[in-house]
C-alpha cells in the first residue's frame, strides 16, 4: 500500500485547524492562573540536533496564595503528575513502528509534526525521513483518540549491537511542565530493556540537553566499546555524546547539598529496578532510614557525669566518657578534629543554584561576563549596577538569594548592562543574547526540579 504523505500531513494539520476553532470559542469565567506560564519551558532538551522539553517526572508548580507562601522557600504545590494522568487514562504511552498501518502513521505523522515544531534548525526532509524509517522504533506520549503530546524516535541496530541512539525527542510546547519527558524516557528504558534486549541508550546532546540526560541516567563518560558505535552513530557538530547503561539498573540523581563543596549529581546504581516504579522505590528507601534512624534515636541512655569531675580536676581524658564508645567514637577522631573547618549550614538553594552558576561559567559564551569589568574608565559610570558570573557565585555562597526569582533577577543584569554598553551587533552583545537564551531555559528546567515556587 503506497502512502500520500502530503495528503496525511494536509488531514492531520486540518484536524489542527478543527481543534483550534473549538478552542476559540467564548471561554469560560477565568480561572486563576499559575504564576509559571508558558514562559516555563523547563527543559531545553537536544540531542544531536535539538531536543526540547521539561523532561523531569514531576508536577507542575502552581501559584502561591499568598505572599508568604511564595517566598517560603520550603512550600510546595503540587498538581497532577503525569503518573496519575497516565492511570486515569488522560494520557497514553504507545510504542510506534512504521508498519503502514492507519493508527500508526496518524501517529508518526503527528510525532513528526511535534519535531519540525520544536526543532526549527533540523531540516523537515531529515526529521520525516527518520520518522518513518523502519529501522526507527518511537514512544508516543498521546491524548486520546490519536492527539500526540510528546514523543522519542530511537534507531536500533540489529540483533547483534545491544544498543540504541535516541534520535529525537520533544514535547509540543503546550503540554510542558508536566512531567511528560521523563515519564515518556521510563517507558522507553523499560520497553527496550524487556522487549528488545538493549543494554546501551547513545545520544548526541548540545548545551540545552546535558542536564536533562543526566537526570535520566546518562553520563559523558563512554563506557562502550567505541568499535561496537564508532561509524553507527553519526558525529554532530556541536554535540557531546553520551550514554546510559540500561539493562537492570536505574541511575537516581540525587542533590547533595555539603557545606564545603559543590552541591552535585550523584550517580548510583541499583540492579533490576523497573524505571516506571522508580518514585515509590525511593520513597520506600527513604522511609526505611526515617524508620532506622528513629527507632535509633528512641533508644535513650543517661549516663551520669558528675563522677569524672572532682574538685580539681578540669580536664579527663576523653575516651573515659560514658557512651561514646557505644555510638561508635574512636581515637581517630579526635584527631581529624583539628582538621577539619567549621562547616557552614547552606539554604536549600545553595546546591541548585551553585549547579546553574557552575553550568553557566562554563558555557562557550560566558567568557566576557566570568569576572568583573576592568580596565574599561567609562565603564562604571554608565553602568550603575554592575554584575558578573563570579558575583553571582560569591552571593550564592553567602546564602543572598531567598528565591529563585531574586537570583534570575541580579543574573538578568549581566545582559542586561552588555547591551547598555555595547552597540548591537557586537560580539559581546552576541554572547549575551545566546547565554540570556541558555539561562532562561536553565531556569525553566531548575523550577520544574524544585517543584517549588520560590
Not at 496518524?106 to 511535534?114: D, Q, V
Not at 540523581?253 to 522508580?278: G, M, N, S
Not at 541548585?352 to 559564551?365: F, G, S
Amino acid at each position: 500500500m503506497e502512502w500520500d504523505f502530503d495528503a496525511l500531513d494536509a488531514a492531520f494539520k486540518a484536524n489542527e485547524a478543527i481543534e483550534n476553532a473549538a478552542r476559540s470559542a467564548p471561554p469560560p469565567p477565568p480561572l486563576p492562573l499559575p504564576i509559571a506560564t508558558a514562559a516555563q519551558d523547563p527543559l531545553p532538551l537536544q540531542t544531536h540536533v535539538k531536543i526540547d522539553t521539561n523532561l523531569k517526572a514531576e508536577p507542575q508548580p502552581t501559584a502561591p496564595k499568598d505572599a508568604k507562601e511564595a517566598t517560603s522557600p520550603l512550600k510546595r504545590k503540587l498538581v497532577r503528575s503525569a503518573q496519575q494522568e497516565e492511570e486515569e487514562g488522560i494520557i497514553q504511552f504507545r510504542t510506534v513502528a512504521p508498519d503502514c498501518s492507519d493508527e500508526s502513521m496518524i501517529l508518526l505523522t503527528g510525532l513528526k509534526n511535534i519535531y519540525q515544531k520544536q526543532l526549527p534548525n533540523m531540516p523537515k526532509e531529515y526529521i520525516a525521513r527518520l520518522v518513518y524509517d523502519r529501522n526507527h522504533l518511537s514512544m508516543a506520549l498521546v491524548k486520546p483518540p490519536l492527539k500526540v503530546l510528546a514523543g522519542i524516535t530511537y534507531r536500533l541496530f540489529g540483533p547483534g549491537r545491544k544498543m540504541a541512539e535516541i534520535v529525537f525527542c520533544a514535547v509540543s510546547s503546550t503540554e510542558q511542565v508536566r512531567g511528560y519527558g521523563a515519564r515518556l524516557m521510563s517507558h522507553v528504558k523499560d520497553y527496550v530493556v524487556s522487549q528488545l534486549g538493549i543494554e546501551y541508550f547513545l545520544t548526541y546532546a548540545d548545551n540545552f540537553a546535558i542536564g536533562y540526560f543526566k537526570k535520566q541516567g546518562f553520563t559523558t563518560e563512554i563506557t562502550l566499546d567505541k568499535k561496537e558505535w564508532m561509524g553507527y552513530i553519526k558525529d554532530y557538530e556541536g554535540g557531546t555524546l553520551m550514554q546510559a547503561f540500561i539493562r537492570l539498573s536505574l541511575s537516581m540523581a540525587i542533590f547533595i547539598f555539603a557545606a564545603d563543596k559543590l552541591c552535585e549529581f550523584q550517580w548510583t546504581v541499583v540492579p533490576k529496578v523497573v524505571y516506571l516504579k522508580a518514585p515509590e522505590i525511593i520513597e520506600a528507601q527513604r522511609k526505611a532510614i526515617r524508620d532506622k534512624i528513629r527507632a535509633t534515636a528512641s533508644e535513650a541512655k543517661v549516663y551520669s557525669g558528675t563522677a569524672l569531675f572532682p574538685p580539681g580536676v578540669t580536664s579527663v581524658p576523653i575516651q573515659t566518657i560514658p557512651g561514646l564508645a557505644e555510638i561508635g567514637w574512636t581515637p581517630e577522631m579526635l584527631k581529624r578534629l583539628g582538621e577539619n573547618k567549621p562547616t557552614k549550614i547552606h539554604g536549600p538553594l545553595y546546591g541548585p543554584l551553585k549547579i546553574v552558576v557552575e553550568e553557566m561559567r562554563t558555557n562557550a559564551n560566558a567568557w566576557p561576563f566570568v569576572e568583573p569589568v576592568s580596565g574599561v574608565p567609562d565603564y562604571y559610570e554608565i553602568i550603575k549596577e554592575p554584575m558578573d558570573i563570579s558575583t553571582l557565585g560569591s552571593c550564592v555562597e553567602n546564602d543572598d538569594y531567598a528565591t529563585i526569582d531574586h537570583f534570575v533577577k541580579d543574573a538578568s543584569k549581566i545582559f542586561h548592562n552588555c547591551r547598555i554598553y555595547n552597540e548591537e551587533g557586537t560580539n559581546y552583545v552576541k554572547c549575551a543574547n545566546k547565554l540570556e537564551k541558555w539561562f532562561k531555559e536553565r531556569i525553566k528546567t531548575l523550577r520544574a526540579e524544585l517543584h517549588i515556587y520560590i
